[in-house]
């Protein structure tokens, strides 16, 4: 698996068309260029091995003892980085590209302007 921005585009269409079929395999309608894009730089915001794992998994349809034997990974932390992957793409696709410590500053920092 390479970092090219060609291959991880392709990819990143791939699973997310993936993501968005209905499980009778039809296509809820075509994707917009916006939400690949949005996908595109989700994907891009998660650390390389959490990007891997996620695409081999929901991309290339592997399963987590598969990929926990190839990265050298315990099958517990795929899963946990699974978690992580979903939880960030979710929130991305929802429009909040902020990153943990933005969230918890804007949570737990008092404002200093009124």
């Given at each position: 698996?390479?970092?090219?921005?060609?291959?991880?585009?392709?990819?990143?269409?791939?699973?997310?068309?993936?993501?968005?079929?209905?499980?009778?395999?039809?296509?809820?309608?075509?994707?917009?260029?916006?939400?690949l894009a949005t996908m595109?730089?989700?994907?891009?915001?998660?650390?390389?091995?959490?990007r891997e794992i996620f695409l081999a998994h929901r991309l290339d349809g592997y399963n987590y003892a598969h990929v926990a034997e190839v990265t050298g990974l315990s099958q517990h932390q795929v899963e946990r980085r699974m978690a992580t992957a979903m939880r960030r793409l979710d929130r991305y696709l929802r429009g909040d590209e902020r990153t943990a410590w933005q969230r918890w500053r804007q949570q737990h920092l008092p404002r200093w302007r009124r």
């Amino acid at each position: 698996m390479s970092d090219d921005p060609e291959e991880l585009k392709a990819r990143a269409a791939r699973a997310f068309e993936r993501s968005v079929a209905h499980e009778s395999g039809e296509m809820y309608g075509p994707i917009h260029p916006d939400q690949l894009a949005t996908m595109e730089r989700a994907l891009l915001s998660l650390p390389r091995l959490t990007r891997e794992i996620f695409l081999a998994h929901r991309l290339d349809g592997y399963n987590y003892a598969h990929v926990a034997e190839v990265t050298g990974l315990s099958q517990h932390q795929v899963e946990r980085r699974m978690a992580t992957a979903m939880r960030r793409l979710d929130r991305y696709l929802r429009g909040d590209e902020r990153t943990a410590w933005q969230r918890w500053r804007q949570q737990h920092l008092p404002r200093w302007r009124r």
